[in-house]
């Protein structure tokens, strides 16, 4: 029987207080305006448990690690999306702000966490065939390509599945972006911004571990 870890068992914890704090609101408002982030939370969890694979799969043919590779990929926005969902913080007269705060940071930190612990191992994954140099590019390089994909979500409304279900429509929207970078600044401003935080994020997060190790905090 496969042991559960440390990290999943807190993991585990965390979204029972986070499932909690919404059944709470919905017993107290009569309203489901925040059941949606039941389902943002699910979609954060479908990259960390693709990134769990890439172990496994890297001694199976490069079509199967690439295919798994592009999943992850497609869905890892998902994780960094989250955190856009602080928009939804505001007054609300059936419920103290300072609930939501709670409930949306608490959402928001998950999702992040699960990115993050994601592209760790996605980066594990990388290094085994790709040299350190290359990978510190493509770390980026994914975080700015996510970033974009966030943007897309929050505020084009596009989904991962449109690529399998309005791919022609998706693909217009992107490539107008690019060939009109000048007409959509607002577009790349906000993608830009989303890459220096999310990277900021990540490379201090990374860093952490061996800092307490080394003792130098």
């Known amino acids: 029987m496969k042991t559960i870890s440390p990290f999943n068992k807190l ?5 029972a207080f986070i499932g909690s704090l919404i ?15 039941s389902w943002n939370i699910f979609l954060a969890w479908i ?12 001694k199976k043919a490069i079509w199967k690690q690439m295919f798994l590779f592009c999943s992850w990929l497609l869905f890892f926005p998902n994780a960094l999306y989250i955190v856009t969902d602080l928009i939804h913080i505001e007054e609300n ?5 300072w609930y939501d705060a709670v409930l949306l940071f608490a959402s928001s930190f998950l999702g992040i966490i ?10 594990s994954f990388l290094i085994h065939h790709f040299s350190k ?3 510190a590019i493509l770390i980026p390089a994914i975080i700015f390509i996510s970033s974009f994909g966030v943007y897309l979500g929050r505020f084009e409304r596009w989904n991962s599945w449109d690529v399998v279900n309005d791919p022609v429509a998706l693909a217009v929207n992107i490539l107008g972006n690019f060939i009109s970078p000048v007409d959509n600044y607002k577009t790349w401003a906000i993608t830009i911004l989303f890459t220096g935080i999310y990277s900021m994020l990540y490379f201090f997060l990374k860093i952490l571990p061996k800092a307490f190790k080394e003792g130098k905090i």
Do not use: C, N
Request: hydrophobic fraction near 50%; glycine fraction near 4%; charge should be positive.
């Open 11 to 15: 993991l585990i914890v965390f979204f």
């Open 23 to 37: 059944a709470f609101r919905i017993f107290y408002t009569g309203s489901f305006q925040h059941l949606f982030m």
């Open 47 to 58: 990259p960390y448990a693709l990134s769990g694979y890439f172990t496994e799969v890297q």
């Open 93 to 97: 007269k059936d419920i103290p702000v």
């Open 114 to 123: 699960l990115a993050f612990v994601s592209l760790r191992k996605t980066e």
């Open 133 to 135: 140099r290359t990978v």
